[in-house]
T-cell receptor, first 112, second 114 residues
Framework: KQEVTQIPAALSVPEGENLVLNCSFTDSAIYNLQWFRQDPGKGLTSLLLIQSSQREQTSGRLNASLDKSSGRSTLYIAASQPGDSATYLCAARSGGYQKVTFGTGTKLQVIP | DTEVTQTPKHLVMGMTNKKSLKCEQHMGHRAMYWYKQKAKKPPELMFVYSYEKLSINESVPSRFSPECPNSSLLNLHLHALQPEDSALYLC?????????????FGSGTRLTVV
C-alpha cells in the first residue's frame, strides 16, 4: 500500500527566500507525481505533474524534481512571495491508476 | 475549457434533508471522482466513475449516493447525513485511459450538516 509523507508539516519563511518542500513515497512504481496548492477552504490547484520517466518539471518560480529510486520528490519555490502562502500537497498515482495517494501536506506561510 | 465546476459552493442541510452536489467538466475526461476532505487532512477518495460506470466505492455509507448521468456530469445525492459528514467535498476528473494523466479538481462544496 502506497504511503506518502510530507515534511515539514508547516513552514514559515520571510519573503524572498528560496525554499524546498519534501514528499516521500514508499512504492516507487508510480505512474506520476502531482503537486497541488490549496488555499483555506478551497479546492486543489494543480501546480506541476511529473511523469515517472521524468526527472523534473518547471513552471515559473516552481521546480519539481522526482527521484523514483529513493522515493522522493521535492518542490522548489524561488523568491517566495506572501501570495505563495497555502497548503501544498503532493499526490502519487500508482497501483490501480484510478487511485491517487495524497501526502499529508505542508502548510507554508511567507511573511512580508 | 479546462475547469471542473462544482455547485453549490456552500450547503447547509439538516439531518433529515435530501440534497445533491453537482460536478461538471467539458474536458473529455472519462474518469470522475468524489473526494471528502476534513479540516487539516488530505482528501479521501469516496467514489470513482469510469466511462459513466461506478468502478470504485471506498466503503462509503449508503447515505451518500453517486450518480453519473453522462460523461460530463457527476452528482452526489445526500440523505440523512450526520454532523460528522460536514466537510469539503471535492470533485475531480482525469483521462481514464491515460494513467500518466493528472487530476483536475473543482473548487469544492463546503457542506455543513446541522
Amino acid at each position: 500500500k502506497q504511503e506518502v509523507t510530507q515534511i515539514p508539516a508547516a513552514l514559515s519563511v520571510p519573503e524572498g527566500e528560496n525554499l524546498v518542500l519534501n514528499c516521500s513515497f514508499t512504492d516507487s512504481a508510480i505512474y506520476n507525481l502531482q503537486w497541488f496548492r490549496q488555499d483555506p477552504g478551497k479546492g486543489l490547484t494543480s501546480l506541476l505533474l511529473i511523469q515517472s520517466s521524468q526527472r523534473e518539471q518547471t513552471s515559473g518560480r516552481l521546480n519539481a524534481s522526482l527521484d523514483k529510486s529513493s522515493g522522493r520528490s521535492t518542490l522548489y519555490i524561488a523568491a517566495s512571495q506572501p501570495g505563495d502562502s497555502a497548503t501544498y500537497l503532493c499526490a502519487a498515482r500508482s497501483g490501480g491508476y484510478q487511485k491517487v495517494t495524497f501526502g499529508t501536506g505542508t502548510k507554508l506561510q511567507v511573511i512580508p | 475549457d479546462t475547469e471542473v465546476t462544482q455547485t453549490p459552493k456552500h450547503l447547509v442541510m439538516g439531518m433529515t434533508n435530501k440534497k445533491s452536489l453537482k460536478c461538471e467538466q467539458h474536458m473529455g475526461h472519462r474518469a470522475m471522482y468524489w473526494y471528502k476532505q476534513k479540516a487539516k487532512k488530505p482528501p479521501e477518495l469516496m467514489f470513482v466513475y469510469s466511462y459513466e460506470k461506478l468502478s470504485i466505492n471506498e466503503s462509503v455509507p449508503s447515505r451518500f449516493s453517486p450518480e453519473c448521468p453522462n460523461s460530463s456530469l457527476l452528482n452526489l445525492h445526500l440523505h440523512a447525513l450526520q454532523p460528522e459528514d460536514s466537510a469539503l467535498y471535492l470533485c475531480a476528473s482525469s483521462q481514464e485511459d491515460a494513467p500518466r494523466g493528472g487530476y483536475t479538481f473543482g473548487s469544492g462544496t463546503r457542506l455543513t450538516v446541522v
